[in-house]
């Protein structure tokens, strides 16, 4: 039905600079919210940054400053800058979408498969 499809990890250098994107597709109505959260080895998944419709973003306290999420919803899209990169920030990246499928559905959470991002020192 929707599909979300992640793009821009790598490995940078501590201090860098990536820029992660999310496409999502499908039988898309409306997207409500849109956000990005990041895992770790052996930890649980957290919030890193998200964007409602209208354009409000949140963060977590480790990125501010550091972070900034974007979103273009003519491409159905949302973006997450990532500067001054730190050894901590390496993870695997997942982007979400509250979406409707149709007029008459209740939102709905999707999850893109996840890119990985790696800081080196």
């Known amino acids: 039905q929707v599909q979300l499809v992640e793009s821009g990890g790598g490995l940078v250098q501590a201090g860098g600079s990536l820029r992660l994107s999310c496409a999502a597709s499908?039988?898309?109505?409306?997207?409500?919210?849109m956000g990005w959260y990041r895992q770790a080895p052996g930890k649980q998944r957290d919030l890193v940054a998200g964007?409602?419709?209208?354009?409000?973003?949140n963060y977590a306290d480790s990125v501010k400053g550091r972070f900034t999420i974007s979103r273009d919803n003519a491409k159905n899209t949302v973006y997450l800058q990532m500067n001054s990169l730190k050894l901590e920030d390496t993870a695997v990246y997942y982007c979400?979408?509250?979406?409707?499928?149709?007029?008459?559905?209740?939102?709905?959470?999707?999850w893109g498969q996840g890119t990985q991002v790696t800081v080196s020192s």
């Open positions: 979400n979408i509250d979406a409707r499928t149709s007029q008459r559905t209740g939102i709905q959470r999707w």
């Open positions: 499908g039988i898309i109505f409306s997207i409500n919210a």
């Open positions: 964007i409602t419709s209208g354009g409000v973003t």
